[in-house]
């Protein structure tokens, strides 16, 4: 049959190909490097899942946190004062640690003292934590909240791409919601992969783009610099609730923890991921401070939400593009995360199984892109409802939940200082989530007057 044809030579080029053994585990201590000598792991399951190098590891991380949220940093600045720069650097460090103790809550010690990989998932260490309580429920709870999340951040993408490319093609009567069917088209193929190495090859991609906007708009604000003469930060951050804003949009911007249990399950190294962890969050923190403090330095007072309009057309146009192939490239990353937990749960099933036909797997995945694609067309105040959204389930996964797992999976096995640590992010991520939640119910509340 034809379509049989088609669909093998999208999966011989999209679907899950021939696995690498694992070479290592994760360290015995949790946030230093692999020292231990022991032999690889094998993954269990029928097919093994395809093996990405630490390279390629690296570049999914760093499409995660140098996302479109890099474009209102300076604005947070300006918002935050010397506060802000303090909050920058803290959230790279706080992230990464969060990222690590949440994959260490995937291992527990053998007889011998080895770290063994007992757990797939974030609904795993959950389910773990929350089974004398309510078994199956803190599960059931982390992916709806995961899902949420990552369909939101898709939609953010759509919605973007779709308002990007009305700009880039001014020159045609196109409008917002003739681009998002557009960018639907292209996005299609999203549906067919199966295999993280295309999500990693895209990611690459996306990195560069980033890259590229990056050092275009510092590249800008050097040639610039004589304007910079009396012109600093605040000691102090006036507005409360811009600052409470600010601090919200540095840490979400950080935000990858969704993706590290099966990028960490993966790598055809896993000794690799702490210090992949550290590497690529000092690079983001570098270049995000970098590109937020010559901003500010370079507008001053006039640095406005979204750093591109402040520049001149010419400069602004070719970011926009620059940004509509990033929206585009970012897209796959958290559309397969979001359907592979869709798939796992609703069909029951792990994907590396052969259990599900490809037929299952295509409608779930087209399902998923086709609500995604009418909520961008439909769902009123989207910025608002991204809003609330992120300091809810932003701040749950990100902060509050690896910190809060971590104390009750190793409570026996930390330190007191690391103790002392977990509390500290945990009653950082409660204030996150609770003061976002109010000041997105607020403007909510005068958006919905106003109208």
């Known amino acids: ?106 291992y527990e010690e053998d007889e011998s003292g080895r770290p063994v990989r007992v757990r797939n998932t974030y609904e795993d260490i959950a389910d773990a934590c929350c089974g004398n309580i309510c078994p199956g429920v803190g599960g059931k709870l982390v992916n709806a909240a995961q899902v949420v999340e990552l369909t939101m951040t898709c939609l953010l993408y759509l919605v973007v791409g779709s308002n990007l490319m009305c700009h880039s093609l001014f020159f045609l009567p196109v409008t917002p919601a003739t681009c998002s069917v557009i960018n639907f088209l292209i996005l299609l193929p999203c549906m067919l992969i199966r295999d993280l190495r295309v999500v990693s090859r ?7 783009a980033q890259f590229l906007i990056t050092f275009i708009v510092i590249g800008y604000c050097l040639g610039q610099s004589a304007r910079w003469a009396g012109r600093g930060l605040s000691a102090v951050a006036v507005d409360f609730d811009g600052f409470q804003v600010s601090v919200g949009v540095i840490i979400f911007s950080y935000t990858s923890q969704i993706y590290l249990p099966p990028l960490e399950e993966s790598m055809a190294d896993r000794r690799d991921f702490s210090r992949m962890m550290d590497c690529t969050h000092a690079l983001a923190c ?52 979001a359907a592979e937990i869709l798939q796992n749960s609703v069909l029951k099933t792990d994907t590396s199984s052969g259990d599900v ?35 809810v389930t932003g701040a749950l996964i990100t902060l509050m939940l690896p910190a809060l797992f971590h104390l009750q999976l190793k409570w026996t096995q930390l330190h007191m200082r690391h103790k002392l640590l977990d509390v500290m992010i945990l009653l950082l991520g409660c204030f996150c989530s609770i003061s976002g939640l109010i000041c997105s119910i607020k403007r909510i509340i005068t958006a919905f007057g106003d109208k």
């Open 1 to 106: 049959m034809p379509h049989r044809r088609v669909e093998s030579l999208w999966m011989k080029h999209f679907g899950a190909g021939d696995a690498d053994e694992s070479q290592g585990l994760v360290p015995r201590d949790e946030l230093a490097e692999c020292r231990c000598d022991s032999p690889p792991e094998e993954d269990s399951g029928p097919l093994q899942r395809p093996k990405i190098s630490t390279w390629e590891a690296g570049w999914n991380i760093t499409n995660a946190i140098q996302g479109l949220f890099v474009l209102g940093l300076p604005f947070a600045l300006h918002q935050s004062g010397y506060v802000g720069l303090i909050v920058m650097i803290s959230a790279a460090l706080i992230c990464s640690y969060t990222g690590k103790i949440l994959v260490s809550c995937l």
């Open 202 to 208: 895209l990611s690459f991609l996306c990195s560069l």
């Open 286 to 337: 570098v270049l995000k401070t970098a590109f937020s403090l010559l901003a500010f330095l370079t507008w001053g007072e006039q640095t406005k939400e979204v750093i591109t309009d402040n520049l001149p057309v010419a400069v602004s146009m070719m970011v926009n593009v620059c940004l509509l192939v990033k929206a585009l490239l970012s897209y796959p990353l958290p559309f397969y995360a």
């Open 357 to 391: 036909t490809e037929r299952q797997t295509l409608l779930l995945r087209a399902s998923l892109l086709v609500l995604i694609l009418v909520m961008s067309l439909y769902v009123p105040h989207f910025s608002l409802l991204m809003g609330l959204t992120g300091s």
